[in-house]
């Protein structure tokens, strides 16, 4: 069965600095690899994707993403973050056959000023 | 964009009552629906996938009896937890599949139900 490991349960970083989470899929074929944030009181927002092709993918507010079958990894990473960054991120892989999609436990980022 | 909505947010229940939760998909049709159970500093769990017009499918160890499912129409599903009990006392969240065979591209969640049993 799939399933996503993020290894850091809470990162702290300092505003300005960067950024990389981890995360590492158990899958036999090419999963989809999905980031989404959780903000406090908010619903999840999707990130960014990754299904095929370039495997560093682009997302939104600044975060990119690596898609790297060799280390089954998918790390999210921002060169530059800011206090409104400070939210649960979770990792989340799916299958191609169906359209379920598996969490990862989440890491809280939290942003010193 | 895409927009789902979740009512009510929150819920407080005696224990032994059963809560009803809905979730819509606002301005998009969807044939899927799936609902998680969130817990306290814990990932989303997926319980169900609900298609409309037929009998939801549960995840391995969800009791079915415990958490009913409709999703009567392409815009509206429900999960009804029966006899509520403390441990049901958990944060709800539904999503929604805006195209058929594509859920993990266009799948948008709505923004949960924090439910508490008393």
């Known amino acids: 069965a799939q399933s996503v490991t993020q290894p850091d349960i809470h990162i702290t970083v300092s505003e300005g600095a960067s950024l990389e989470l981890r995360c590492n899929y158990s899958y036999g074929a090419t999963p989809y690899l999905f980031w989404y944030v959780q903000s406090p009181g908010q619903g999840l927002q999707l990130l960014l994707k990754y299904f095929s092709g370039d495997t560093l993918v682009q997302g939104i507010k600044g975060f990119e993403a690596e898609f790297k079958r060799s280390q089954s990894s998918f790390n999210l990473r921002k060169p530059s973050v800011h206090w409104s960054d400070a939210a649960e991120y979770f990792c989340a892989v799916g299958e191609r056959r169906d359209d379920k999609i598996i969490f990862g436990k989440g890491t809280r980022l939290h942003i010193l000023p | 964009g895409a927009v789902v909505s979740q009512h009510p947010s929150r819920v407080i229940c005696k224990s032994g009552t059963s809560v009803k939760i809905e979730c819509r998909s606002l301005?998009?049709?969807?044939?899927?629906m799936f609902w998680y159970r969130q817990f306290p500093k814990k990932s989303l769990m997926l319980m169900a996938t609900?298609?409309?017009?037929?009998?939801?499918?549960?995840e391995q160890g969800v009791e079915k009896d415990k958490f009913l499912i409709n999703h009567a129409s392409l815009t509206l599903s429900t999960l009804t937890v029966t006899s509520a009990h403390p441990e049901d006392s958990s944060f709800y969240i539904c999503?929604?599949?805006?195209?058929?065979?594509?859920?993990?591209?266009?799948?948008?969640f709505g923004p949960g139900t924090r439910l508490l049993v008393l």
């Open positions: 609900s298609n409309e017009g037929s009998k939801a499918t549960y």
């Open positions: 301005d998009f049709q969807a044939t899927t």
């Open positions: 999503s929604a599949s805006r195209i058929p065979g594509q859920g993990q591209e266009t799948q948008y």
